[in-house]
């Protein structure tokens, strides 16, 4: 599977085209581009590739100056209206994956 970048985030295969170097720089330009004045939401699926997905946008933002606001394990229609639960954060960005296989 190909990277995709959509309305609901980006969509690739943990590790070998979501690598957590990838993942970091993809932060640190969202909040470049976007602006550090107001907190991101972090929000993800159950995989097992979540944490570290997550782990690698938050560095990314923070090193930025961002502030990320963990939102853990949450199903696709939150994540995706979450920016409106929070003191009106900037964007809501997600940490998932496409998996190959069903896991």
Do not use: K, Q
Request: glycine fraction near 10%; aromatic fraction near 4%; charged fraction near 20%.
């Amino acid at each position: 599977m190909p990277l995709r970048f959509g309305t609901d985030g980006v969509r690739g295969v943990a590790n070998r085209d979501l690598t957590p170097e990838f993942v970091t720089a993809l932060g640190r330009a969202a909040a470049r581009v976007l602006g550090t004045d107001v907190p991101y939401v972090i929000g993800r699926d159950t995989r097992r590739s979540g944490p570290m997905l997550e782990a690698a946008l938050v560095a990314g933002l923070c090193a930025e100056g961002a502030d990320a606001l963990l939102a853990g394990v949450l199903p696709t229609p939150v994540r995706t209206g979450r920016r409106h639960a929070v003191r009106r954060p900037r964007w809501s960005l997600r940490a998932t994956t496409a998996s190959p296989t069903t896991v």
